[in-house]
C-alpha cells in the first residue's frame, strides 16, 4: 500500500479508537443516555448517585465536539475515498460480492459476540431475554432490520446500514466511477432532492409496509450518503480529476448539504453532534495533504487492522462489563480498561481467524465475475 493511501488505512484505527473511547468515557456516564443503555445491556437503570468518574472529566466538557461522531464522520470519509478503486478492476457485481464478503461474515461474528455479552448480561441481572426471534434475524441479514424497521439491538448497525446504501449508490454509478465521471456527484444531489421531497410526506408515509420504512431510513441516512460524497472527492482529487480548490468546493458544498438534511430531516440525528463532522473533514484532509506523517508503524496498523471488527464487538460487551462493575462496586478505573483490552483481544481474534480469510476469499470471487481492469490512474 503506498504511502498516499496508507493514510486512510491509519485513519481507520484513529476513527474505531476515538468511537470506543466515546462509547466507554462519555456516553456511558451521560444521564440522558442511561435509559438506552439499560436497554442494549438489559441491566437496571445506573442510579442517578453514581457520577462520573473525575478523571474522565475532560472527556465530558466539550462543548459543540462529539468524539464518537468524529469517529464516524472519518469512516465515511474513508469508504467515500477508497471504494472508487475497487471499480477499477472489478464490476459491479463484483464489487459487491467482494463488499458481502469483506463485511457480512464479520459482521454475523460481531453480532453474535453482542448476543453473548447481552446473554450475560441479562443472567448477571437475573433480567428474561430481552428479544423476540424476529429482531435477532433480522439483524443478521445487513440492511435487513432497515428495510423491516425493527429496533437496533447492537448500537453500531446504523452504520453499516449507511454504507450498503452507498454501495448500492456506486454500483449504480459503476460506469461513471469507472471513467472518473464528474457526473458521480450528481448522485448525493439526487438524494438530497428526493429526501427533501419526502419530509413533508413521512407522516403519510408511515404506516405503509416497507415503503414507509425505507423512506424513514432515508431521510434519516441520506446527510450521511451526501456526506460520504467528499471523500469521493478526495478520491477524484488524488486521480487528478478535480483541483485542490474544486475539492475544497465540493467538500464545502455537501458539507452545508448534510447540515441542512440533518435539520430539515425530523430522524437525522443531533445538529449539535454532527458538528463534529467538521474537523473530520480537517483531519482527513490534513492526512490526505501529508500522508508520511500518517504513515504505518506497528501501532497504527494493528489498530487500523482491528477496527472493522472492533468497532463491532465493542459497545454492548464493554458496556455490560462497565455495568457489572458499577453493580459490584469494582472502580471504573479498572472497568473501563477491562472492558477496552477484551473488546481488543476478541476483536483481533476475529480478524486473524476470519476477516482475512473472508476478505481474501471475496477478493479471488470478485475477480472471477469482473472485466479486464480499468487503465492506470494518470501519473501524480
Request: hydrophobic share 55%; net charge positive.
Amino acid at each position: 500500500m503506498s504511502d498516499r493511501i496508507q493514510f486512510a488505512h491509519t485513519l481507520r484505527g484513529v476513527a474505531a479508537l476515538c468511537v470506543v473511547i466515546f462509547h466507554y468515557c462519555v456516553l456511558f456516564w451521560s444521564a440522558p443516555w442511561r435509559q438506552v443503555i439499560a436497554g442494549l445491556t438489559n441491566a437496571p437503570v445506573v442510579a442517578d448517585g453514581v457520577a462520573t468518574p473525575a478523571w474522565l472529566a475532560p472527556l465530558q466538557t466539550m462543548p459543540g465536539f462529539n468524539l464518537g461522531e468524529f469517529g464516524v464522520a472519518l469512516f465515511f470519509l474513508i469508504s467515500g475515498f477508497v471504494i472508487p478503486f475497487s471499480f477499477r478492476r472489478q464490476s459491479a457485481t463484483g464489487f459487491l460480492v467482494a463488499r458481502f464478503f469483506r463485511l457480512v461474515p464479520v459482521y454475523v461474528v460481531g453480532f453474535s459476540v453482542t448476543l453473548l455479552a447481552l446473554a450475560v448480561g441479562s443472567m448477571i441481572f437475573g433480567n428474561p431475554w430481552p428479544l423476540r426471534l424476529d429482531e435477532v434475524l433480522f439483524h443478521y441479514v445487513p440492511g435487513l432490520r432497515d428495510m423491516m424497521g425493527s429496533r437496533p439491538i447492537d448500537g453500531v448497525v446504523w452504520t453499516l446500514e449507511v454504507e450498503i446504501k452507498f454501495y448500492m449508490l456506486c454500483a449504480i454509478m459503476a460506469p461513471l466511477l469507472r471513467t472518473q465521471s464528474r457526473w458521480v456527484f450528481a448522485a448525493p444531489l439526487v438524494v438530497a432532492a428526493v429526501t427533501f421531497a419526502l419530509i413533508p410526506a413521512l407522516d403519510a408515509l408511515r404506516p405503509v409496509p416497507i415503503l414507509g420504512t425505507q423512506a424513514l431510513s432515508l431521510s434519516a441516512r441520506a446527510p450521511q450518503l451526501v456526506f460520504m460524497f467528499i471523500g469521493v472527492a478526495f478520491h477524484y482529487a488524488y486521480a487528478g480529476r478535480l483541483k485542490v480548490a474544486q475539492t475544497a468546493g465540493i467538500a464545502i458544498g455537501f458539507l452545508a448539504l448534510f447540515f441542512l438534511l440533518i435539520v430539515l430531516s425530523p430522524n437525522a440525528g443531533n445538529p449539535i453532534a454532527a458538528l463534529s463532522y467538521g474537523p473530520a473533514i480537517v483531519l482527513f484532509g490534513v492526512a490526505y495533504a501529508l500522508p508520511r506523517a500518517f504513515g504505518s508503524n506497528g501501532v497504527t496498523t494493528f489498530f487500523a487492522d482491528i477496527s472493522y471488527p472492533l468497532y463491532l464487538v465493542h459497545e454492548v460487551m464493554g458496556f455490560v462489563i462497565i455495568r457489572t462493575g458499577i453493580a459490584l462496586g469494582v472502580s471504573p478505573a479498572l472497568s473501563i480498561p477491562a472492558a477496552i483490552l477484551l473488546a481488543i483481544l476478541v476483536a483481533w481474534g476475529i480478524h486473524v481467524t476470519l476477516e482475512t480469510r473472508a476478505q481474501q476469499f471475496g477478493k479471488r470471487l470478485a475477480r472471477s465475475l469482473s472485466a479486464a481492469p480499468a487503465p492506470p490512474l494518470p501519473a501524480e
